[in-house]
């Protein structure tokens, strides 16, 4: 008895070459629908599934591989036991499972698609078939991608078998792949539900690439995509440089995130996470000019982004200084070709449009999940409390601030003026210590400017320092039981403080 191979394919990709080179070795074809009528006219010697069933497909093609015929032929063992009742039932035995799922997810992210078209285009008999091949893995070949057809043919025409561990392979990409199916249904049906945090939690996703190491070189690392991600980074379009990094991937996301805060042109470097950098302004080039003068020492081998089509003058500024990642939502071609001059410049194009998604964080043997911090605030809703009223300048300084601390690790501290900051105090375990770090850096400069704080101050030390380097004006959420004696000392000192009642801790 000849080998049989059951073929019924969404992505036809290669699959009449792969049907045709498992003729040669002398393969009996079934096919069901659009892959037999494919297969038929390209040549291929192929039988209907309903001519092995006796059976029509049947309820709009709900029902065409689920009968007995088909799922014994797939499950039965190659023992005596399991071929005797074969043979009594009229089955034969299939011996290799070549099947893809219906475009659920093309589906789903096609404007205006209804319930019942995702419905409709959720597999059943797919499912069925490719699991029942994955469980008789030991006798029963399942292939669920298109780019593993010319490995099969390679192991089939060695004429010395496939081996276990090639076969143990296939039916782990075989549970893989509708695992992965199935998380994108269940994230649909959620979503239609608003359900945020569900009861069971079933992430899917999908290898972007290996790399070369992880946060340091003794740590294995890869990247994934989630599997209906419509945006963010694993969706940005590579255009020069050597491959990401574990550290690029996670410095990029930051200096994305924060970039795509700004309605003007703006520019952010970033170093471990944290901006070193960030301004806006008229046009990009004076945009990078002030982000990259802010700490040029820090911005050294940094993460570039823009908010904005990239230009030439701004790339030939920005392609000078040693940098790892440039991100901009395009470039002129000429701006590009100045980027690409420098061979190992990784140079991603990446859409800014804002991520409604979720931020996933692991702990040991387990994960927390939190809406991403979108909170914003304009100038009109930052809350007066001392005697002393801000400019309308300051105003709109002190939003700015406000944007860029969101970003830095907690306790944040960040000194701005001109739209440009001047001083960043990232990550100190007391909130003073954040802000001497942030006031030393700007010196001179803070004369005049304004400093925000990611949350409240505990106490009035960090107005006092602020007013030794005259500090004029302070943005801060509020809330601590000492709130008045801040206040008192801003009145003290003749510094106008808001409050804006959102904290921004970063972690």
Known sequence: MGKRALISVSNK???????????????????????YDLLNKSGVKVTQVAGVTGFPEILDGRVKTLHPKIHGGILARRIPDHLRQLSENEIEPIDMVVVNLYPFRETIQKPGTTLEEAIENIDIGGPAMIRSAAKNYQDVLVVVSHQDYNMILTELESGSGVSR???????????AHTALYDSMI???????????FPDVLIWGGEKVQDMRYGENPHQEAAFYRQALATGGLPMAKQLNGKELS?????????????????????????????????????????????????????????????????????ATKAAEPFMEVIIAPGYDDEALAAFQAKKNLRVLELDMKPSAGLQIKSVEGGIVIQDIDGASLDAAELKVVTKKQPTAQELAELAFAWKVVKHVKSNAIVVTRDNTT????????NRVGSAK??????????????????????????????????ISAIVQTGGSIRDQESI?????LGIAMVFTEIRHFRH
């Open 186 to 196: 269940n994230q649909y049906l959620g979503g239609l539900r608003g359900e945020k």
């Open 488 to 492: 008192d000392e801003c009145d003290r």
């Open 13 to 35: 990709a290669g699959v009449v070459e792969f049907a045709r080179g498992l003729e040669a070795l002398g393969w009996d074809m079934i096919s069901t629908g659009g892959t």
């Open 422 to 429: 001047l001083g960043v105090g990232a990550g100190q375990m």
């Open 165 to 175: 561990e090639f076969r143990l392979k296939l039916a782990k990409e075989a549970f």
């Open 246 to 314: 574990y550290n690029n991937v996670i410095d990029a996301e930051a200096a994305f995130a924060l970039v795509r805060e700004f309605q003007e042109p703006a520019c952010v470097i970033i170093k471990h996470t944290n901006p070193c950098g960030a301004a806006i302004g008229k046009d990009l080039e004076e945009a990078y000019i002030r982000a990259f003068g802010a700490d040029p020492v820090s911005a050294y081998g940094g993460i570039i982004a823009f908010n904005r089509h990239v230009d030439v003058k701004t």
């Open 437 to 470: 770090i942030a006031l030393e850096q700007a010196g001179d400069r803070s004369k005049g400017a304004v400093l925000a704080s990611d949350a409240f101050f505990p106490f009035k030390d960090t107005v006092e320092l602020a007013g030794q380097f005259g």
